[in-house]
């Protein structure tokens, strides 16, 4: 068994938000292109679902800000400590996220999506539509 996994990515985020806040995501709209490595058929069938899940690398987390342990919520000191695994911080051990967002229309290569809680230039690492 390796402990080394190589993720690429398969597209990037474009989105109106460069920071990463905690809150307010669900009425930004955001779009994912994917790389030029991937047909445009990649997304064929997508706009049958309503959410896609993504799977993204907070890439802007730098490496000595990753925690392994507990902490306050969002900085947050009225807040009792929890352990990482137990909230939903971008300074994660593996630096991933996953987020659904809603659907509003896919655009040849560009998938644009509603409530994706990733910032401008990030890279997605996975797409898959939410079943129910």
Known sequence: MTDLVT??????ASSPRAD????????????????????????????????????YFFDRVPEDKI?????????????????IFAQRGKNRPNRLDASIARIIRRDGRRLILQGLDAINGTPVLDIKPVMR
């Open 20 to 55: 990463p806040t905690d809150d307010v995501w669900v009425a930004i709209e955001a779009k994912i292109d994917l790389v030029p490595e991937f047909d445009l058929e990649a997304f064929d069938g997508i706009e049958e679902f309503s959410h896609v899940e993504i799977v």
């Open 7 to 12: 993720l690429t990515p398969i597209g990037y």
């Open 67 to 83: 925690e392994g342990g507990a902490r306050h919520p969002r900085g947050n000191t009225a807040w009792p400590k929890v352990g």
